[in-house]
C-alpha cells in the first residue's frame, strides 16, 4: 500500500540560496504532519529536492523515538562524478545511499552501487 501527498517545493529553479533557506524550512514543516500520521516504514527517494524535507521530517520521528523510518536515497543516473545537493546532503542521513556509477562508489565509501536501476 502507499500513498502520495504533494508537499510544496523546497527550493524553485533559480532561486537564491538564502532564500531557499526559508521555503526549504517551510516544506520540512509542512512534512512533518504528514509524515506523523503516515509514520512510514521507509521512504525511498530520488534527486529532487523536495526528498530532502521529507527524509528530515521522517528522521525527526525517529529521533523523537516516535517512529523510525528506514530512508533510501537512489542518486539520479544522470549523476555520473559528482553528488546532486540532495545527495550531498542525505548521504549522511539516510540508511541506503544508492549510486548508478561505480566511480561515484569509490568516491562515496558508504554508497551501494547496483548498477544502472533506472
Known sequence: QFTLDRIPRSREVRQSWTSSVVTTL???????PLTY????????????????PV??????LGLL??????IV????ICRVETLSLSGKIL?????????????LKEKYPKSVYLGRIV
Do not use: M
Open 37 to 52: 500520521k503516515l509514520k512510514p516504514d521507509l521512504v525511498l527517494c530520488n534527486g529532487p529536492g523536495t526528498c530532502v
Open 91 to 103: 548521504y549522511y542521513f539516510s540508511d541506503y545511499f544508492i549510486v548508478q556509477w561505480p566511480d
Open 55 to 60: 527524509c528530515i521530517s521522517a528522521l525527526l
Open 65 to 70: 523515538g516516535i517512529k523510525r523510518a528506514i
Open 73 to 76: 536515497y537512489v542518486e539520479s
Open 26 to 32: 517551510y516544506s520540512i514543516l509542512y512534512s512533518l
